[in-house]
């Protein structure tokens, strides 16, 4: 089976393996600005902190 693999072509990629690489790196960066746009969120609502603190 591994003859068989060895005689291919090989994989064709739709386009140049690096371009991989950086869609990956600005998915996650996108995802990192989202998640970083939600920081100090609980701290905005001072009227539900102060009633809230006991039920945890």
Known sequence: MISIL???EGIVLPFPAP???AIALSIFTVLALV???YRN????HD??????????
């Open 6 to 8: 060895a005689e291919g």
């Open 19 to 21: 371009l991989f690489g």
């Open 35 to 37: 998640t970083w746009s």
């Open 41 to 44: 969120v609980a701290n905005r």
């Open 47 to 56: 009227h539900k902190s102060s009633d809230s603190q006991g039920h945890h």
